[in-house]
């Protein structure tokens, strides 16, 4: 017998169901038995072991009351199984190659009642004091070894509850708080069962590729750091809830990472990243299309270096191309969700910002000719697919398309179960884990839909024509954002350096791809500029393309959505035609620049 299987056979005799019930009773205090309707195993589900541990053991946890303490009234088991690739060059070296297998059990319980609980709290989701751990979940399906972890999970998640709520409920005596609406609203009970297993990538294919991406920048001695990376994660995701709800779905996504950069004559940081995302390899594009779009990265990075600074400037700006979606994905996109202000602790002042939609419902945003939709029920846009497709959140919510913005004027608002205001309820927006215990509401398919456009062909013109009434001697053209942001940590200190920070605003990520357009249409690419305060009223006087350009990103919820970053992402697909904006500001960036080496870096090898 082999040590692993010695472990295995171990493992089933000591965690045996009977024995955890008898352990169960003197840890968190005994669990009665309950008197509310079992959540039931789905005839679907039969056979898959995961699933049947989870049911059964939140079925005999979901009644856990301590001695001293609130009651349990809502129980939320997640848990993701699945396997993971990763691959990395650099000029044609391997960086970084391996494999990896996800299992990631998560366990929300909440004290109290919907009306209050232990979340929406400055301390919530903090524990202090010892507790018994799950060391690392099986890797195979053993289903006594996967009721003892869930069991640990909720004993810690519950008595970080109860003392979270304990707090809180001081906290509101001695600060005086009112609760104005509840800290949940209950949600449906949901059962989605979906069969099979997503489709593998080729591990060596995708090898092959990658290495012959990262070889292009030996084209390219100026530029100083690259790296192409590929990786997927894939498996099946479940969730089961005491109001009843049990889903099963499996997951996929790949990508395709390129990052780079380099310095401009005078010192600055110039960088750029592209990130190709699928959920089958069919999504991506042909070897060929790629290595054209990693020859035009290199080719706009090689160029910046080259270009003049660019000046203080106020007037037209035209977003062509996928700048459009990257801008609305931001100023629209990301500002459709409003976070609840959690209670605070004595003493500790919490300085909130008023976001810039918030109370706005029933006003005009934007322009007139706007109309904007999020449709997690679309899979395809002209014959491609959408990388935002949603059948249900985080919180077994099913979503409906849902019109937030008509006629320029916002109508609806990314909801979860945790309302921000009275009377809210959701509607299927919680696509990531956000802070105090709430979900954090995210767009699914965005479609930016103009009432009135003109030919893509003719925005130039428009743009020139604008340009002539204000008596200037250029306009701007901007094609390329840096959102996702391909720059490191010294690439986001000198974007904030510049960017609008006022309370309540959300800063717009700089544009890479600027160039001045002259009077008789002569093109000049320049660098190191930034936005200055650029909000979402400068959508409020827009002339729109007739073609709408599609954008696929992966929101992480941080700041300008850095490559790359984040356990949790929401895939987003956003759809959006050019838009020729009529008084936005750039402003010069101020350049930081580092000691530079005492010598040139050594000569790169000869191209193959």
């Known amino acids: 017998m082999t040590r692993f299987a010695w472990h295995a056979s171990v493992r089933r005799a000591l965690f045996a169901p009977a024995l955890l019930l008898a352990a169960l009773s003197g840890f968190v205090g005994l669990a009665t038995p309950s008197a509310s309707a079992q959540v039931a195993l789905p005839a679907a589900a039969k056979g898959d072991e995961n699933l049947r541990a989870m049911v059964d053991e939140l079925n005999r946890s979901r009644d856990l009351r301590m001695m001293v303490g609130a009651p349990l009234y809502y129980l939320n088991y997640n848990f993701a ?25 998560q366990v929300k319980a909440r004290v109290g009642n919907y009306e209050s609980d232990d979340t929406n709290f400055l301390l919530s989701g903090i524990y202090q004091g010892t507790r018994f751990d799950a060391q690392s979940f099986p890797l195979e399906p053993d289903y006594p070894l996967m009721r003892r972890d869930w069991w640990l999970l909720t004993d810690m998640a519950y008595k970080g509850s109860v003392q979270a709520f304990n707090y809180k409920k001081a906290s509101m005596q001695n600060l005086q708080q009112i609760q104005e609406f509840p800290d949940f609203t ?50 099946v995701e479940y969730q089961v809830n005491s109001e009843g709800a049990v889903v099963r779905r499996p997951f996929a996504i ?33 070897d060929s299309a790629l290595h054209d779009a990693v020859v035009k990265l290199a080719d706009g990075i090689a160029a910046r270096q080259k270009a003049p600074r660019g000046e203080a400037y106020t007037g037209p700006i035209l977003f062509e191309g996928e700048a459009a979606p990257q801008l609305t994905a931001q100023l629209i996109g990301r500002q459709l969700w409003i976070p609840r202000k959690p209670v605070s602790v004595p003493n500790r002042p919490l300085n ?92 699914s398919n965005l479609f930016i839909e103009a009432r009135e456009s003109v030919p893509e062909t003719q925005l130039r013109a428009k743009l020139l024509e604008q340009v002539k009434a204000a008596n200037k001697p250029y306009g701007i053209i901007v094609r390329k954002l840096d959102f996702p942001s391909g720059g490191d940590q010294n690439a986001l200190r000198v974007i904030f350096s510049g960017n609008a920070t006022n309370t309540g605003k959300v800063p717009v990520s700089l544009p890479l791809m600027v160039y001045r357009i002259y009077p008789d249409g002569r093109e000049e690419l320049i ?54 904006l009529e008084e936005v500001e750039l402003e010069p960036i101020r350049v930081e620049t580092r000691t530079e080496p005492l010598v040139a870096p050594p000569p790169l090898p000869a191209v193959k």
């Open 81 to 105: 199984r699945g396997d993971g690739f990763l691959v990395s060059y650099s000029l044609g070296a391997l960086v970084n190659r391996g494999e990896s297998h996800l299992r990631l059990p």
């Open 186 to 235: 209950p949600g449906p009970a949901t059962v989605m069962v979906l069969p099979g297993e997503p489709a593998n990538f080729d591990k060596s294919r995708w090898d092959r590729v990658t290495r012959s991406l990262s070889e292009v920048f030996l084209r390219y001695p100026s530029i100083l750091d690259s790296q192409v990376q590929f990786g997927y994660s894939r498996g």
């Open 254 to 286: 790949g990508f395709l990472r390129v990052v780079a950069k380099g310095k401009s004559d005078q010192g600055s940081e110039i960088w750029d990243g592209a990130e190709f995302l699928g959920f089958k390899e069919a999504d991506f594009p042909s």
């Open 352 to 443: 909130w910002p008023r976001l810039e939609l918030e109370g706005r419902i029933g006003t005009r945003i934007v322009s007139e000719i706007l109309t904007v939709r999020d449709d997690p029920a679309a899979t395809s846009f002209q014959g491609k697919p959408l990388l935002g497709t949603s059948l249900i959140d985080l919180e077994a919510v099913k979503p409906e398309p849902l019109t937030v913005i008509r006629d320029g004027r916002l109508e609806a608002m990314f909801r979860t179960r945790t309302p921000s205001s009275p009377g809210e309820v959701s509607n299927g927006r919680a696509r990531l884990h956000g802070l105090f215990g709430a979900a954090r509401g995210a767009a």
């Open 527 to 580: 660098r190191d500029v930034n936005f200055r305060e650029l909000e979402i009223r400068a959508l409020r006087d827009i002339v729109a393309g007739d073609t709408p350009h599609v954008f696929h990103f992966l929101e992480n919820g941080a700041t300008f959505a850095p490559i790359g970053v984040g356990t949790y992402v929401a895939e987003t697909s956003v759809i959006c035609p050019s838009l020729l």
